[in-house]
């Protein structure tokens, strides 16, 4: 049965409400028809089966196991205790009892059924939250650093982080009418997209604020990247702009490959929204839409030139960048533990497993998170590397947090026996998502368990090494970023990628192809081996296998190094 293809479908979807709405009243399935399981995305939701039930279903001639993923738009990733408790509220009574970091900085939700999932919705739009664009071919979540140390800073770049997800947010009143029962807008006068248009972009766009000296976005793995640049005051000056990252690929295509964003100026504030816009139009415009998997943003620009889009976007934003300004990135990962702020305000920020907030034999975090927020004061932050920040907390009331954080075990940064669990990240991956050939999240506690003998064995116990394992070549976990990386080929089966470095700025290597566990490890030995004998004071594992010359740069078009210039 051949289907329409997506273009056609977000053509004639009346300005993405499709006939979800009915589709949601029949009680026959499940399941949503093919038009509106790709509607729903821009609503925020995937539609999903568990896979691990899937044959056995089938030999009993029932339909899959439908069920949806849910995903709440929350530029910045920051939560109220009030929302945070909500969201518990929603997790235990419609999803799978457990809440999801992202490494997009915010929540999803595992789980739901079709019949419960408008009075999901409704619920999620309670708690003053929604899913409008948290999927689909529009801007995604706007990612904005944690930076909890520069409070002042902080705030300014969290406010941008909102003004661009506001200002990207489809105009469609569709999401209102369907999941909050809005009166609906007349046929005749069906709104208009003044930035999207009819068909919306070609694909996804993602874009991410990022604070030197931390790159705790990856902010090159976004299609549009802003670095802020802080004046002699501590003020923010504006941004430099970097376009073109990101991380999708497929496995044995060379025309498919993930790309690390190129800075090709600054802007200040009060240019920021137009620069945007003219990346987003630029795309919309150019952005290939008959091959979806060549449809992203880095793929226009490698298409047409940099030069070309750079001088479309100045010409459509009625201005010329200005030269990039230095800016130096110390690495991109979180900081654990306690912080001051310079307001005088604490921040503990925790380690989770793969972001999953669940109760556990022996670590119950959904109920010790639970607890702090019935008692906590400030707010809770989402990291990009699936971690949250406790924040805006008194220094009289870190005791109390305290005795909650070791009542349910929640500090993954004191349990973890090795620094690299400390911040590995992996994708969900099976058993829910449809495009997972191998397991991940479910992979790298295992994983964890045989690679530590080995790092026992050379003294590397507490090196600081970055793993991500992605269970498919698509890439939500930034595998291609890491210093090690596994990339699932087929189940018990990855393709093994070495060589990125800790600031997020240059990309992995694949060093080997479609192999097993055991052979992982044995390539892996004797480079940890010749690491821990030969390594220089301070030198990161992925910047030592370049040096040593045991890997290169991959062969695929990439901006992964950063102009020296820009180093101040």
């Not at 490494?103 to 079709?114: A, D, L, M, Y």
């Not at 807008?185 to 919306?200: M, T």
């Not at 600081?464 to 090690?484: M, Q, V």
């Not at 990339?487 to 018990?492: D, E, H, T």
């Amino acid at each position: 049965m051949s289907h329409p293809s997506v273009e056609k479908i977000k053509l004639d979807s009346r300005r993405l409400r499709g006939n979800i709405a009915e589709d949601l009243l029949d009680a026959t399935t499940g399941s949503l028809s093919f038009e509106d399981q790709r509607t729903i995305k821009f609503h925020g939701s995937y539609q999903q089966d568990d896979r691990d039930l899937r044959d056995e279903r089938r030999r009993q001639k029932l339909e899959p196991a439908h069920q949806f993923m849910i995903r709440i738009r929350a530029p910045g990733g920051v939560f109220t205790p009030q929302q945070w408790l909500k969201l518990d509220q929603i997790a235990t009574t419609y999803a799978n009892h457990s809440l999801r970091v992202t490494t997009r900085q915010t929540f999803q939700i595992h789980g739901v059924i079709k019949r419960e999932l408008k009075a999901t919705m409704q619920a999620i739009n309670s708690a003053a939250m929604d899913t409008i664009s948290a999927c689909g071919d529009v801007n995604r979540n706007v990612l904005a650093a944690s930076n909890p140390l520069q409070s002042a800073l902080h705030a300014q770049v969290h406010d941008w982080a909102q003004r661009l997800s506001l200002h990207f947010k489809p105009a469609t009143r569709a999401y209102y009418e369907i999941w909050l029962d809005e009166e609906k807008v007349a046929e005749s006068g069906v709104e208009h997209e003044p930035i999207y248009g009819d068909a919306y972009l070609p694909r996804k766009f993602k874009i991410a604020v990022a604070v030197p000296p931390y790159n705790d976005v990856d902010v090159f793995a976004n299609d549009l990247g802003l670095i802020a640049i802080v004046d002699g005051s501590g003020n923010l000056a504006g941004f430099n702009v970097a376009i073109g990252g990101g991380m999708g690929a497929s496995h044995g295509i060379a025309a498919h490959y993930p790309r690390v964003g190129n800075v090709i100026g600054f802007v200040t504030p009060e240019q920021t929204l137009a620069i945007a816009e003219a990346a987003i139009t630029v795309q919309r415009d150019l952005g290939d839409r008959i091959e979806r998997k060549h449809a992203r943003f880095k793929y226009t620009i490698d298409d047409h030139g940099s030069e070309k889009i750079v001088a479309m976007m100045q010409q459509r934003a009625g201005f010329s960048l200005q030269p990039a300004r230095p800016f130096h990135f110390e690495h991109n990962g979180d900081r654990f533990g306690w912080i001051e702020g310079e307001d005088g305000l604490w921040h503990l920020t925790l380690s989770l497993p793969c972001g999953r907030i669940a109760d556990t034999a022996g670590r119950p975090l959904l109920t010790g998170l639970r607890e702090i927020a019935k008692v906590h004061e400030g707010e809770f932050r989402m990291t990009a590397n699936q971690n949250v920040i406790i924040a805006g907390v008194p220094a009289a009331q870190r005791a109390r947090i305290d005795a909650l954080v070791a009542e349910h075990t929640l500090d993954r940064e004191n349990n973890a026996p090795t620094a690299i669990e400390r911040t590995a990240v992996a994708c969900v991956a099976l058993p829910t998502c449809a495009l997972a050939m191998a397991e991940a999240e479910r992979y790298l506690p295992g994983f964890l368990g045989v690679l530590e003998p080995l790092l026992d064995r050379h003294g590397l116990r507490e090196a600081p090494i970055l793993l991500r394992i992605s269970g498919c070549p698509n890439g939500c976990s930034r595998p291609y970023l890491a210093e090690i990386a596994l990339v699932g080929k087929a189940p018990g089966r990855y393709n093994l990628f070495l060589g990125g470095d800790h600031r997020g700025q240059r990309l992995n290597t694949l060093y080997r192809d479609n192999i097993t566990e055991a052979q992982i490890l044995e390539a892996l030995e004797p480079l940890l081996a010749r690491y821990a004998g030969e390594r220089e004071t301070g030198e990161r594992f992925g910047d030592f296998l370049h040096r040593a010359g045991i890997v290169e740069l991959p062969p695929y078009p990439t901006y992964r190094q950063i102009p020296v210039e820009l180093q101040p």
